[in-house]
């Protein structure tokens, strides 16, 4: 350039002359092709205020980023590359008019404009540049690149002057590595300050597609997924991803591609670790081994006590060290980079490992990450720390959401080491636990026990309290619950005088155990007792973080309330657990079992029969992957009471026969029989036959039926319904309608049937209504939509549903008498045809009435021929 054409040439020394081209060029973008329109729309409206930093690790695209977006500026950018030779003041602000005037940005007449050289005073320099700053081209754009490479006290000094008041043409873009000390925290407090780090200039997936595109690579969504999470939008990284996977014919895989891949380890180790002091290198080889550390973690690990200042340093020298939170109290290292460390640490210190390990084990246990603690305790391969660690604190976790994780770990153990102390013994017997194989467990107890014998307290009781919760669900899973309540009681006995087990572990079993005599008092039949340990052990297990129990104990308490007529409690219980189980992703898990049962239930109440249906296939998935006998009739039971509810006589029949042939030799649920001694009485109701004393309600319901109008009121009067059984009151009121307006109380049936109705409104209860079709209750319900408005809703939709009720199949014989009913045959010559007596006819004809839901034999037999049965 000329020195009389008014060129940068002519305000740097001679020897600078030829830099002042390359380094007041705006660099051309090597990623071309990218679309970066989300990071130009942050520089856009970043230059809106007077500073804006874009800083960020090495590779992270701030250059070409930024130069992108200034090429497609309207209005010129001014652009200048310092390095360490600009530690000059002179020097520095040569380049630095240079810059503005190559960018059109000195306008003729500003003091800047035929300045020949830079005033060597300080003091006139600031006076000569604030003033033609102040003068230049509006909306002046000054990008100075690797801003960190500026360390000269005098330089930084000059540059935090103009920035204590910046010229309002000037919009200053500074871009480095590192935040350059230049109290940019006042202009961040004032507002004056936008910034850009490394989580702006990440590529995202559209982003991350180009590039890899351009390697003639196909990836799948998930490959891209899996691609911008192991580089975390990295620039450089996805650079070499794509040219690692497009090597070697394609074969290569994303899981293939990590730290130690050569490319990968050369760039970090040069850009990143090459510039970090001895100690600081040191200190991230040995803190490698932790996804998270913090300054006690660090300092555990590498016996020292400067953690947390390293860790400050590295986080705001370096991206690829990031703060999790506002706070600087936990950090973690970039993916790539704990690769490249972990390699670097296996290649120069591989002794040290196991030692690293075992402190990292250490400090996590005495700070309760009990799931980090045992990963560092197996990649030590301390086996013994492991049990001990297992025993006293990490067990319960197998009925939390931390059971895969805890699975996972439990699994790296070999099995030889399974059986050499009796902490590893309890090991193997969590893993039986999770494989359902309960009636092994005991053994592994046994020899557990057998090894304790002459240890020390410490030693015993942690052993001690895991053996009893583990036969706990051995107990449960057999369906033993005499034994189960005797095993809750001690264990809670154990853990009220643990003295050496840690708090946490003692609360979580401590609701364990109260969860389980919540079970066992409720299939003994003492229902108050059971609801009030099942409310205990839910909120235990709230306390205590062990929300698995929490859902099991609210399972069981729906099915308590449905079981004993509450819907809609029982509803508000099982929702409840059922979600708390879907957002911890244990739809399918054993303790949530009883949930979809109880919810199946209740669906059942309310004539919802396909929900019922999806409620009960979804407990029957949980149950199959991990069965317990105890829930298995349950599931027979609601399998029978479905059928019913479809017209299914012979299916809800196979169910109980099921039921009574699947039997563990401990089965001991007293509850639980006479509650399917109950489904099996309306089976048979169903099915026109005696339902028996099991239900006194149904045997009132069957003489009502037969037309003994005074022996059904006799057997009403004789049934006593629990005040919260709003099912039993609905159904008693339902038949004590009927029987008063058979015997012509028309207003007594009305306030009866009213009062029913009523309280089925209040919990949507349905089923009632619906068994056994009788045009009686027909009428009632009519006269009750009339005169009832408040509840003229609920009544409406009884009505299609009463009239959608599926047909009970026929017996043989009573498709044989319905065939006879065509004809002009009586009921005692039908009865010498067949050769049974005529009360034997009269019965199937009475049947076949109510299958078919009429009340005479005419319209029976239209019935019969509308539906294809004539």
Same mark, same amino acid.
């Given at each position: 350039?000329?020195?009389?054409?008014?060129?940068?040439?002519?305000?740097?020394?001679a020897?600078?002359?030829p830099?002042?081209?390359?380094?007041?060029?705006?660099p051309?973008?090597?990623?071309?092709?990218?679309a970066?329109?989300?990071?130009?729309?942050?520089?856009?409206?970043?230059?809106?205020?007077?500073?804006?930093?874009?800083?960020?690790?090495?590779?992270?695209g701030?250059?070409?980023?930024?130069?992108?977006?200034?090429?497609?500026?309207?209005?010129?950018?001014?652009?200048?590359?310092v390095d360490?030779?600009?530690?000059?003041?002179?020097?520095?602000?040569?380049?630095?008019?240079?810059?503005?005037?190559v960018?059109?940005?000195?306008p003729?007449?500003?003091?800047?404009?035929?300045?020949?050289s830079?005033?060597?005073d300080?003091?006139e320099?600031?006076r000569?540049?604030?003033?033609?700053?102040?003068?230049?081209?509006?909306?002046?754009?000054?990008?100075?690149d690797?801003?960190?490479?500026?360390?000269d006290a005098d330089?930084?000094h000059?540059?935090?002057?103009?920035?204590?008041?910046?010229?309002?043409?000037?919009?200053?873009?500074?871009?480095?590595?590192?935040?350059?000390?230049?109290?940019?925290?006042?202009?961040?407090?004032?507002?004056?300050?936008?910034?850009?780090?490394a989580?702006?200039?990440?590529?995202?997936h559209d982003?991350?597609?180009?590039i890899v595109?351009r390697?003639?690579l196909?990836?799948?969504?998930?490959?891209m997924?899996?691609?911008?999470?192991?580089?975390?939008?990295?620039?450089?990284?996805?650079q070499?991803?794509?040219?690692?996977?497009?090597?070697?014919?394609?074969t290569?895989?994303?899981t293939?591609?990590?730290?130690?891949?050569?490319g990968?380890d050369?760039?970090?180790?040069?850009?990143?670790?090459?510039?970090?002091?001895?100690r600081?290198?040191?200190?991230?080889?040995?803190?490698s081994?932790?996804e998270?550390?913090? #300054? &006690?973690l660090? %300092? $555990? !690990?590498?016996q +020292?006590?400067?953690?947390? /200042?390293? @860790?400050?340093?590295?986080?705001? =020298?370096?991206d690829?060290?990031?703060?999790?939170?506002?706070?600087?109290?936990?950090?973690?290292?970039?993916?790539?980079?704990?690769?490249?460390l972990?390699?670097?640490?296996?290649?120069?210190?591989?002794?040290?490992?196991?030692?690293?390990?075992?402190?990292?084990?250490?400090?996590?246990?005495?700070?309760?990450?009990?799931?980090?603690?045992?990963?560092?305790?197996?990649?030590?391969r301390?086996?013994?720390?492991?049990?001990?660690l297992?025993?006293?604190?990490?067990?319960?976790?197998?009925?939390?959401?931390?059971?895969?994780?805890?699975?996972?770990?439990?699994?790296?153990?070999?099995?030889?080491?399974?059986?050499?102390t009796?902490?590893?013994?309890?090991?193997?017997?969590?893993?039986?636990?999770? #494989? &359902?194989?309960? %009636? $092994? !467990?005991?053994? +592994?107890?046994?020899?557990? /026990?057998? @090894?304790?014998?002459?240890?020390? =307290?410490?030693v015993?009781?942690?052993v001690?309290?895991?053996?009893?919760?583990?036969?706990l669900?051995?107990?449960?899973?057999?369906?033993?619950?005499?034994?189960?309540?005797a095993?809750?009681?001690?264990?809670?006995d154990l853990?009220?005088?643990?003295?050496?087990?840690?708090?946490?572990?003692?609360?979580?079993?401590?609701?364990?155990?109260?969860?389980?005599?919540?079970?066992?008092?409720?299939?003994?039949?003492?229902?108050?007792?059971?609801?009030?340990?099942l409310?205990?052990?839910?909120?235990?297990?709230?306390?205590?973080?062990?929300?698995?129990?929490?859902?099991?104990?609210?399972?069981?308490?729906?099915?308590?309330?449905?079981?004993?007529?509450?819907?809609?409690?029982?509803?508000?219980?099982?929702? &409840?657990?059922v %979600?708390?189980?879907e957002? +911890?992703?244990?739809?399918y898990?054993?303790?949530?079992?009883?949930?979809?049962?109880?919810?199946?239930?209740?669906?059942?109440?309310?004539?919802?029969?396909?929900?019922?249906?999806?409620?009960?296939?979804?407990?029957?998935?949980?149950?199959?992957?991990?069965?317990?006998?105890?829930?298995?009739?349950?599931?027979?039971?609601?399998?029978?009471?479905?059928?019913?509810?479809?017209?299914?006589?012979?299916a809800?029949?196979?169910?109980?026969?099921?039921?009574?042939?699947?039997?563990?030799?401990?089965?001991?649920?007293?509850?639980?029989?006479?509650?399917?001694?109950?489904?099996?009485?309306?089976?048979?109701f169903?099915?026109?036959?005696?339902?028996?004393?099991?239900?006194?309600?149904?045997a009132?319901r069957?003489?009502?039926?037969?037309?003994?109008?005074?022996?059904a009121?006799?057997?009403?009067g004789?049934?006593?319904?629990?005040? +919260?059984?709003?099912?039993?009151?609905?159904?008693?009121?339902?038949?004590?309608?009927?029987?008063?307006?058979?015997?012509?109380?028309s207003?007594?049936a009305?306030?009866?049937?009213?009062?029913?109705?009523?309280?089925?409104a209040?919990?949507?209860i349905?089923?009632?209504?619906?068994?056994?079709?009788?045009?009686r209750?027909?009428?009632?319900?009519?006269?009750?939509?009339?005169?009832?408005?408040?509840?003229?809703?609920?009544v409406?939709?009884?009505?299609?549903?009463?009239?959608?009720?599926?047909?009970?199949?026929?017996?043989?014989r009573?498709?044989?008498?319905?065939r006879?009913?065509?004809?002009?045959?009586?009921?005692a010559?039908?009865?010498?045809d067949?050769?049974?007596?005529v009360?034997?006819?009269?019965?199937?004809?009475?049947?076949?009435?109510?299958k078919?839901?009429?009340?005479?034999?005419?319209?029976?037999?239209?019935?019969?021929?509308?539906?294809?049965?004539l």
């Amino acid at each position: 350039m000329s020195a009389d054409a008014g060129t940068p040439d002519r305000v740097a020394p001679a020897v600078l002359q030829p830099l002042v081209a390359a380094k007041t060029s705006r660099p051309r973008t090597i990623r071309a092709g990218v679309a970066r329109r989300r990071l130009h729309e942050l520089l856009d409206a970043a230059a809106g205020r007077p500073v804006t930093l874009v800083c960020a690790g090495a590779g992270w695209g701030k250059t070409t980023g930024v130069s992108g977006w200034a090429q497609e500026r309207d209005r010129p950018v001014a652009w200048l590359s310092v390095d360490r030779h600009d530690n000059d003041p002179q020097v520095f602000w040569a380049y630095l008019l240079a810059a503005l005037r190559v960018a059109g940005a000195v306008p003729a007449g500003n003091p800047l404009a035929d300045l020949t050289s830079v005033p060597a005073d300080p003091r006139e320099r600031g006076r000569l540049f604030a003033a033609g700053l102040a003068r230049l081209s509006a909306d002046t754009v000054l990008v100075v690149d690797d801003i960190q490479e500026i360390d000269d006290a005098d330089v930084l000094h000059e540059l935090a002057d103009l920035l204590r008041h910046p010229p309002p043409p000037l919009r200053l873009l500074l871009v480095g590595r590192t935040e350059p000390p230049l109290r940019l925290h006042r202009l961040r407090a004032a507002g004056q300050l936008a910034e850009i780090r490394a989580e702006h200039l990440a590529f995202g997936h559209d982003e991350a597609a180009e590039i890899v595109g351009r390697h003639g690579l196909a990836l799948s969504a998930e490959e891209m997924s899996a691609l911008v999470a192991r580089t975390e939008g990295w620039a450089t990284g996805l650079q070499l991803a794509a040219t690692f996977l497009a090597g070697h014919g394609g074969t290569r895989t994303i899981t293939d591609f990590a730290g130690d891949v050569r490319g990968v380890d050369d760039y970090l180790t040069e850009e990143v670790l090459a510039d970090r002091t001895r100690r600081q290198r040191r200190f991230l080889l040995q803190t490698s081994i932790c996804e998270n550390v913090c #300054a &006690g973690l660090a %300092d $555990a !690990i590498t016996q +020292r006590t400067d953690g947390q /200042r390293i @860790l400050e340093e590295l986080e705001h =020298d370096n991206d690829f060290v990031v703060r999790l939170g506002a706070k600087p109290l936990w950090f973690r290292y970039h993916q790539l980079l704990r690769d490249v460390l972990g390699h670097r640490l296996r290649v120069e210190t591989p002794g040290v490992l196991p030692d690293l390990h075992r402190r990292a084990a250490r400090w996590h246990a005495a700070n309760n990450s009990v799931l980090e603690a045992l990963a560092h305790a197996v990649s030590a391969r301390d086996w013994a720390f492991v049990g001990r660690l297992v025993t006293a604190q990490a067990a319960p976790l197998m009925v939390s959401a931390h059971r895969p994780a805890l699975v996972k770990i439990l699994r790296r153990v070999p099995a030889e080491r399974l059986t050499s102390t009796p902490e590893l013994l309890i090991c193997a017997a969590l893993l039986l636990f999770h #494989a &359902g194989d309960y %009636d $092994a !467990i005991p053994a +592994r107890l046994f020899a557990a /026990r057998e @090894l304790l014998h002459g240890r020390p =307290d410490a030693v015993r009781e942690p052993v001690e309290i895991m053996a009893r919760t583990l036969q706990l669900a051995a107990d449960r899973a057999a369906g033993d619950m005499p034994a189960l309540l005797a095993g809750a009681n001690r264990l809670l006995d154990l853990v009220a005088q643990a003295r050496t087990v840690p708090v946490p572990a003692v609360a979580q079993n401590r609701a364990i155990a109260l969860g389980a005599r919540g079970v066992a008092l409720l299939w003994s039949g003492r229902t108050g007792e059971a609801e009030r340990e099942l409310w205990a052990g839910a909120n235990a297990a709230r306390a205590a973080g062990v929300e698995l129990p929490e859902v099991n104990a609210t399972g069981h308490l729906a099915l308590l309330k449905v079981m004993s007529g509450a819907v809609h409690e029982a509803a508000a219980l099982a929702g &409840g657990a059922v %979600d708390l189980a879907e957002q +911890r992703g244990w739809r399918y898990a054993l303790q949530t079992v009883p949930a979809y049962f109880a919810l199946a239930l209740v669906r059942l109440e309310r004539h919802d029969l396909d929900g019922a249906r999806q409620a009960l296939q979804d407990g029957l998935r949980g149950h199959h992957s991990d069965p317990e006998v105890s829930q298995r009739l349950v599931s027979l039971g609601v399998q029978a009471r479905l059928a019913i509810a479809r017209g299914n006589v012979g299916a809800a029949r196979r169910a109980l026969d099921e039921a009574r042939q699947d039997r563990h030799p401990r089965l001991r649920v007293r509850a639980l029989e006479r509650w399917l001694a109950r489904t099996e009485a309306a089976v048979e109701f169903a099915a026109g036959a005696d339902p028996g004393d099991a239900e006194p309600l149904l045997a009132a319901r069957a003489a009502y039926l037969k037309g003994d109008v005074r022996q059904a009121q006799r057997l009403l009067g004789e049934v006593t319904v629990a005040e +919260r059984d709003t099912v039993g009151r609905v159904e008693a009121g339902i038949l004590a309608a009927l029987l008063a307006d058979a015997r012509g109380q028309s207003v007594r049936a009305a306030d009866l049937l009213a009062d029913a109705v009523t309280r089925a409104a209040e919990e949507g209860i349905r089923r009632p209504f619906l068994i056994p079709a009788d045009p009686r209750l027909d009428g009632l319900l009519q006269r009750m939509r009339l005169l009832a408005p408040l509840v003229a809703d609920f009544v409406g939709e009884l009505r299609p549903a009463r009239a959608e009720q599926p047909a009970e199949s026929l017996s043989e014989r009573e498709t044989e008498v319905l065939r006879y009913l065509a004809t002009m045959l009586t009921a005692a010559e039908i009865a010498a045809d067949l050769g049974v007596s005529v009360n034997t006819v009269k019965a199937h004809m009475r049947a076949v009435y109510r299958k078919l839901g009429a009340s005479r034999r005419t319209e029976a037999v239209t019935l019969a021929q509308n539906s294809g049965l004539l």
